[in-house]
T-cell receptor, first 116, second 110 residues
Framework: EAGVAQSPRYKIIEKRQSVAFWCNPI?????LYWYQQILGQGPKLLIQ????????DSQLPKDRFSAERLKGVDSTLKIQPAKLEDSAVYLC??????????????FGPGTRLTVT | GEDVEQSLFLSVREGDSSVINCTYT??????LYWYKQEPGAGLQLLTY?????DMKQDQRLTVLLNKKDKHLSLRIADTQTGDSAIYFC??????????FGKGTMLLVSP
């Protein structure tokens, strides 16, 4: 079974530029998550989708971040304009419906963003 | 909101047991998870425990949960150099939402 795919793996941009990240979840996983992981910290949830609907985007800085999941499969996360403090690893995860109530999340390798 | 705390660093010798500790604040957490992150990689799910269980064993991994004290631990038996990584504890205080600790860096020396 293929894992969660993300691209690009690395991105360097200047502040005030825009950037987009792409995620392809594990086939059949209905729930998709975007996390921001700042160096030395645990991942922080930015947005959660169930199929193509948003479940939780309470921690997404909506003035500059946006995300979409068209057709309930792939997803893109965009930052416009970027700030220095957006430098982080952006992780995508997906989870299946297990039937036990657990939400085991499977993570992609992440995109490391550096804003200069 | 939910807060998850972990010690930041643990150093052990190869062959010893490692115990990584975690505390959380939200008593309504249904599941608690342990993830492993190697350098430059995403998080790998190691194991998880349902909140009505006290213990779960999975090969070299043992998870202990003290729900009264909101304390979770991960024991790795016969620790190997390949176990060197950052280990994250995560609680599930809401509908499929995970709150992660800052991670414990485990260093295993030969």
């Amino acid at each position: 079974e293929a894992g969660v795919a993300q691209s690009p793996r690395y991105k360097i941009i200047e502040k005030r530029q825009s950037v987009a990240f792409w995620c392809n979840p594990i086939s059949g996983h209905a729930t998709l998550y975007w996390y921001q992981q700042i160096l030395g910290q645990g991942p922080k949830l930015l947005i959660q989708f169930q199929n193509n609907g948003v479940v939780d985007d309470s921690q997404l800085p909506k003035d500059r971040f946006s995300a979409e999941r068209l057709k309930g499969v792939d997803s893109t996360l965009k930052i416009q304009p970027a700030k220095l403090e957006d430098s982080a690893v952006y992780l995508c995860a997906s989870s299946p419906v297990t039937g036990t109530g657990s939400y085991e999340q499977y993570f992609g390798p992440g995109t490391r963003l550096t804003v200069t | 909101g939910e807060d998850v705390e972990q010690s930041l660093f643990l150093s052990v010798r190869e062959g010893d047991s490692s115990v990584i500790n975690c505390t959380y604040t939200d008593s309504s957490s249904t599941y608690l998870y342990w993830y492993k992150q190697e350098p430059g990689a995403g998080l790998q799910l190691l194991t998880y425990i349902f909140s009505n269980m006290d213990m779960k064993q999975d090969q070299r991994l043992t998870v202990l949960l003290n729900k009264k004290d909101k304390h979770l631990s991960l024991r790795i038996a016969d620790t190997q150099t390949g176990d060197s990584a950052i280990y994250f504890c995560a609680s599930e205080p809401g509908y499929s939402t995970l709150t992660f600790g800052k991670g414990t860096m485990l260093l295993v020396s030969p």
